[in-house]
């Protein structure tokens, strides 16, 4: 079969989910004993294990998922085009017999991913923002410092998607000294954001020479790494990282768990290792169609993640990269759920939910509207439970001075509402 007769034929017949999956996931327990039943737990303890040990070809996976021939031509062709790599940990969490569990979608290749949309290769400008190659300076007081192109797991919405063409690098000792000269020279940056990739894949040793670096450099305040290893391979958290990172704060570590399903007793207890070392840890999840898109789901994610004392930072609206198009949502999902969440639980628990624009530039917040109308002396404001409120607006005070930049946008309505009336005895008049 041609590829195009592939694509023409999933066009027509898109994979089909059911929503409830006949039978329960294997518990990561009955997982080992199935298909690792020799692997000891000093192994499966290890992730060196687990990355030498990854899922890593069509045939490999069809040992774990039931795949038919014509299944696996297409996950072949897929596969050719986005390579494809999962650790045994996080295939444990999957139910394996479902195509639509939302673990297993984030990591199983899916026909999908190659048919014809409307994704770009790098919508984000990355490229053209490299100020030496690996560093993004975009924002003016902090870089993005990319180290390599490796990952413990290759997640399908990836934004990199396209660095996986070129498979396995890691930024050389001169190409990483261009980086932190360029660093040492401009004195505004003072967050260096380390990611990836997964810098994490870096041995401990070579992670902690660039750590060093860029602490011997005064006007560096405080350092990010931007990880997906306390989710998929939450054994890489060891005590060897922990000491080395305890020696190099302030270090914030942003990590990615999508789904309530990835907050396991390993995962919650890596991030425990790094509170422990001093290390403060924030999620940053991707709102993905069939994965999270939903209310209920995003608060058991971020309760699983406060009670992991994870603070849920930001919640991306799907970048738009090729062979991620069927992951997208519209906006008003997430404004949705952004709705269904405010004043119904704790603030802590509430992601910024924002857009990492195209062309490079950068994010912006996008929240539910609250104010229905605004004049000079008050707000019409709504709450959370649709209750209408005057709220007088205090006059006497100067006004903070502009920002330089920017654009102050005039005073709306609403996203997507209208207003006919702003009564409540006439709620009525306020219809999405
Ligand atoms: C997201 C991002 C940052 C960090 O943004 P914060 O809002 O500070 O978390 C920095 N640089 C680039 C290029 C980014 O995409
Ligand atoms: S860990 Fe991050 S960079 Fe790596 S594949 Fe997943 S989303 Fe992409």
New binding site residues.
């Given amino acids: 079969m041609t590829e195009e007769s592939l694509i023409a034929e999933d066009k027509a017949e898109p994979p089909s989910c059911s929503p409830e999956a006949d039978e329960p996931p294997l518990s990561p327990s009955v997982f080992r004993r199935k298909f690792y039943p020799d692997v000891s737990d000093a192994q499966w303890n290890d992730w060196r294990w687990h990355f030498r040990n990854r899922i890593t070809s069509v045939e490999d996976l069809s040992r774990f998922i039931p795949l038919t021939v014509k299944e696996r031509t297409r996950l072949k062709l897929v596969s050719a085009r986005f390579p494809l790599a999962v650790t045994p940990y996080y295939l444990s969490l999957m139910d394996l017999d479902d195509p639509c569990d939302p673990v297993r979608l984030q990591a199983v290749p899916s026909s999908l991913e190659v048919a014809a949309g409307a994704g770009h290769e790098d919508p984000l400008a990355e490229e053209r923002d490299s100020v030496v190659p690996g560093l993004v300076h975009r924002y003016p007081d902090r870089v993005l410092m990319v180290l390599t ?1 490796i ?5 399908r ?5 396209r ?2 063409h070129h498979g396995g690098w890691i930024h050389t000792p001169a190409e990483i000294e261009r980086m932190l000269d360029y660093i040492r020279r401009t004195p505004q940056v003072r967050d260096v954001i380390i ?4 810098p994490l894949t870096l041995s401990t040793p070579q992670l902690e020479k660039v750590l060093s670096a860029l602490r011997q450099i005064p006007h560096v305040e405080i350092i990010r790494i ?3 290893f306390p989710v ?1 391979l939450p054994q890489r958290i060891d005590e060897e990282l922990c000491a080395m990172l305890s020696k190099y704060g302030p270090i914030w570590l942003n990590t ?1 768990f999508n789904h309530p399903n990835e907050i396991t007793p390993e995962a919650a207890g890596a991030c425990d290792r790094l509170l422990r070392a001093g290390v403060q840890v924030n999620n940053q999840s ?1 709102l993905l169609r069939g994965v999270n898109d939903t209310v209920d789901t995003q608060l058991k994610l971020c309760h699983g993640l406060l009670r992991a004392k994870v603070r849920p930072y930001y919640l991306f609206q799907c970048d738009q990269v090729q062979g991620t198009e069927y992951f997208w949502t519209p906006v008003e999902v997430g404004l949705r759920i952004i709705e269904g969440m405010r004043g119904h639980t704790s603030g802590l628990a509430i992601p910024n939910y924002v857009i990492d624009l195209p062309d490079g530039r950068g994010k912006i917040p996008l929240t539910p509207n609250y104010v229905l109308t605004r004049t000079d002396h008050e707000l019409v404001v709504r709450n959370y439970e649709g209750h209408i409120s005057h709220f007088t607006n205090p006059k006497s005070a100067p006004l903070p001075r502009k920002p330089k930049v920017g654009v102050t946008a005039p005073p709306q309505l609403p996203f997507g509402w209208t207003v006919t009336e702003v009564k409540n005895e006439d709620r009525a008049g306020i219809r999405p």
């Fill in positions: 192109d990952c413990a797991m290759l997640c919405h990836c934004t990199r998607k660095e996986w990611s990836g990739g997964d931007g990880t997906r998929v990615h991707v």
